[in-house]
Nanobody
Framework: VQLQAYGGGLVQAGGSLRLSCSAS????????MGWFRQAPGKEREFVAG???????SYADSVKGRFTISRDNAKNTVYLQMNSLKTEDTAVYFC????????????????WGQGTQVTVSS
C-alpha cells in the first residue's frame, strides 16, 4: 500500500502546476486525503484536505488559488495550483487519513514520498 506524488517542477511566479497522488495496493475512496508541504528549514504544513464525500478545506495561504480534487476511478488525488508565488516553493506531500478529513499532520497515517515545487520570481 503506497501513495506516490508527482507533477512537481520549476515554474515562474503566476504560473500553474497540477500535482497528482496515485494510490496503489487498496482503494482510498473512503479515506480523507490531504496535501502538505515543507519548505527548507520549516515544519511540514497543511495545504489542502478532501473528505471521502468531497468536502474541501484549505490553508488560508492558498485559498482561492489551489484546488484539491479526487478521481476515485483512478484512485488519484490532485492539487491544482494556480497563481503560484515564490513562497509556495516546497516539497509537497500527499497523505491519507482514516478520519473524515483533517488539517492535522498527526492524523495522517500514510504518506507519499514528496514532489518538489519551485517557483521562481
Amino acid at each position: 500500500v503506497q501513495l506516490q506524488a508527482y507533477g512537481g517542477g520549476l515554474v515562474q511566479a503566476g504560473g500553474s502546476l497540477r500535482l497528482s497522488c496515485s494510490a496503489s495496493g487498496r482503494t482510498f475512496r473512503r479515506n480523507g486525503m490531504g496535501w502538505f508541504r515543507q519548505a527548507p528549514g520549516k515544519e511540514r504544513e497543511f495545504v489542502a484536505g478532501l473528505s471521502w464525500n468531497e468536502d474541501t478545506s484549505y490553508a488560508d495561504s492558498v485559498k482561492g488559488r489551489f484546488t484539491i480534487s479526487r478521481d476515485n476511478a483512478k484512485n488519484t488525488v490532485y492539487l491544482q495550483m494556480n497563481s503560484l508565488k515564490t513562497e509556495d516553493t516546497a516539497v509537497y506531500f500527499c497523505a491519507a487519513t482514516p478520519n473524515y478529513s483533517s488539517s492535522t499532520k498527526s492524523d495522517y497515517i500514510l504518506w507519499g514520498q514528496g514532489t518538489q515545487v519551485t517557483v521562481s520570481s
